[in-house]
């Protein structure tokens, strides 16, 4: 993981972005999730108990906001935000790296959401305890791809694991830090999505020059009965300039109970939710969804993360 | 046949030869040579045998990690040392491996392009040309890197 700043922030284990991080440590973290996983199905225990967790989410969030709450006070510590942005300084001019000093004087670690990319990069520059990035923009979300990793290991298997990746994969920012995480694990990763929306070139260039396999198409068709993972996501209505664009693509590989009379027994399908309509409410039942399981890895996973940047001294020095 | 000189020689400071043509400007902006500055400079452009610029610059020695940033627009550019007329010493610019505060990120949406107490940093890496990758939001500038020059 490490993105160490300089000089005395040398040892602080911030988590920016998933491509700071090797296979390594993303196993680590994993595997520590594991072990916490049964404090979070109703658990309690006191890891942290006396430490302090700082939100700060510029933009909204349930699943994020929530599950950080949630996994801090599973670990015995409490939590501290600034309610909403009308409330805060923020609102009198503040900028971050202003609040960003002032916070980590109080809390032991922070987990930031911003509307800007490299804002969490930036916030590590100036903070004196760790930062967590929740989501910056367009840009990273490492939290949610090391959820994501966790289910695909838990309830499929992650070495090798054929993967398709359908809908918004071009605005949608968990798909970028998936994709490249996914390529860690030697996955072959099928991307599906309309020509629109599909990832930017220079990623899969990356990625086709690390050898990872790697095709697209806008067929699901194609790989609907071949793949051991369907990863769904939102076509996300904010991050189109035009309207009349969202409303072409809406809608977009629907999966519903006909769907799945040609998948694979053993199929999971995920989904980072919200879900618009990209999942039929009939499909929650069946064995192959895994959705609701995966927002709440995000507990366990996020314990984990908490636990090692605060508690148990495990990310302080050499590595996750 | 004497070669006739466009611009005279100087006595001390430094030449920049081999500036691709028509970058002499962008070299300047680089350099932070602009209005208000004192330096006595002479600018030739689009030599026309050799299609390169020239930057003459009296009475400043550049050091390396200051002229080191015009490879990012021209990696063929010479750096000569003039002293009492004579070249003390001639090296290529060195691309660096990290440039701050020179080139804006082209994201409109990245941190750096707000009023946020940081400056624009880039990793270099060389692909078929020069790749600036933003340290904080990743974007990569490959083309045109000129038009990005604060």
């Known amino acids: 993981m490490l993105n160490r700043t300089a000089g005395l922030r040398d040892v602080m284990p911030h988590v920016i972005s998933i491509r700071d991080f090797s296979r390594d440590e993303i196993d680590r973290i994993l595997d520590r999730a594991a072990e916490l996983e049964p404090i979070a199905h109703g658990g309690s225990s006191d890891l942290l108990a006396g430490r302090i967790l700082a939100t700060l989410f510029h933009e909204p969030s349930t699943r994020t906001r929530l599950s950080f709450d949630a996994a801090m006070k599973r670990l015995g510590g409490s939590v501290i935000d600034f309610g909403s942005i009308e409330g805060s300084a923020v609102s009198k001019g503040e900028n971050l790296a202003d609040t960003i000093a002032v916070v980590s004087g109080y809390a032991d ?41 966790y289910t695909i290991r838990k309830e499929s298997t992650l070495d090798r694991v054929k993967i398709a990746i359908v809908g918004d994969l071009k605005y949608g920012r968990t798909v970028h830090s998936l994709v490249y995480a996914l390529s860690l694990y030697n996955a072959e990763i099928h991307l599906v999505s309309p020509d629109q929306l599909k990832v930017p070139e220079s990623l899969t260039n990356d990625l086709s020059e690390s050898g990872t396999r790697i095709t697209e198409t806008t067929d699901l068709d194609e790989v609907i009965d071949y793949v051991d993972v369907m990863y769904l996501t939102r076509i996300q209505k904010e991050r189109f300039p035009d309207p009349n664009e969202y409303r072409t693509v809406a809608g977009s590989y629907r999966i519903t109970e006909e769907t799945l009379k040609r998948v694979k027994d053993d199929l999971i399908i995920m989904h980072p939710l919200p879900r618009v309509d990209e999942i039929d409410y009939g499909v929650d039942s069946s064995r192959h969804a895994v959705y609701f399981k995966q927002s709440f890895y995000g507990v366990p996973v996020r314990m984990a993360i908490l636990s090692m940047v605060m508690g148990d001294g495990t990310a302080a020095t050499g590595g996750w | 046949m004497k070669r006739e000189l466009r611009v005279r020689r100087i006595k001390n400071g430094t030449v920049i030869d081999h500036i691709a043509a028509g970058h002499a400007l962008n070299v300047l902006r680089i350099l932070g040579i602009a209005d ?40 063929d550019a010479i750096i000569n040392i003039i002293r009492d007329y004579e070249v003390v010493e001639k090296r290529k610019v060195v691309l660096p491996s990290q440039i701050v505060g020179v080139v804006r990120c082209m994201n409109p949406n990245c941190i750096t392009n707000t009023d946020e107490p940081v400056k624009p940093r880039f990793v270099i890496r060389r692909g078929e040309g020069v790749e600036l990758h933003c340290v904080y939001c990743g974007r990569v500038i490959t083309d045109q890197i000129a038009e990005f020059l604060i």
């Open chain 1, 109 to 149: 670690a922070i987990v930031l959401r911003h509307p800007k990319e490299g804002a969490a990069r930036m916030a590590s520059e100036f903070s004196r305890v760790p930062i967590i990035n929740a989501g910056d923009g367009a840009g990273q979300h490492p939290t949610q791809t090391l959820l994501d990793l």
């Open chain 2, 36 to 75: 208000g500055s004192t330096e006595v400079v002479s600018v030739v452009m689009n030599v026309s045998d050799q299609k390169k610029d020239i930057v003459k610059i009296e009475d400043w020695e550049l050091a390396p990690d200051e002229v080191d940033k015009i490879a990012l627009i021209s990696p």
